[in-house]
């Protein structure tokens, strides 16, 4: 039951994040669902600890959910600089 949640929760970041940085367009269900769940992992293992909040796996909340897309939009940040860079 893990791995369901993490998708639809992965691809539900990972659209909030794309929204918000505005890529939307440029990726697809897929790659919104490997942004949402690498940006829970991120966010998880950065920003977790800050706030004091816990990661998806240990239940959905709206703090997990909010640490998880700043991990998702931190990860479209960063992707989107090296873009900039490649010709």
Same mark, same amino acid.
């Given at each position: 039951?893990?791995?369901?949640?993490? #998708?639809?929760?992965?691809?539900?970041?990972? =659209?909030?994040?794309?929204?918000?940085?505005?890529?939307?367009?440029?990726? &697809?269900?897929?790659?919104?669902?490997?942004?949402?769940?690498?940006?829970?992992?991120?966010?998880? =293992?950065?920003?977790?600890? #800050?706030?004091?909040? &816990?990661?998806?796996?240990?239940?959905?909340?709206?703090?997990?959910?909010?640490?998880?897309?700043?991990?998702?939009?931190?990860? #479209? &940040?960063?992707?989107?600089?090296?873009?900039?860079?490649?010709?």
């Amino acid at each position: 039951m893990g791995i369901i949640i993490w #998708l639809v929760m992965g691809g539900l970041v990972g =659209w909030v994040a794309s929204l918000i940085m505005g890529t939307d367009g440029q990726q &697809g269900i897929i790659l919104n669902i490997v942004v949402g769940i690498v940006g829970a992992l991120i966010g998880g =293992w950065l920003i977790g600890p #800050l706030l004091g909040a &816990g990661s998806i796996n240990e239940g959905i909340t709206v703090m997990s959910f909010v640490v998880s897309l700043i991990g998702a939009v931190i990860l #479209l &940040g960063i992707l989107s600089l090296f873009q900039r860079r490649l010709p």
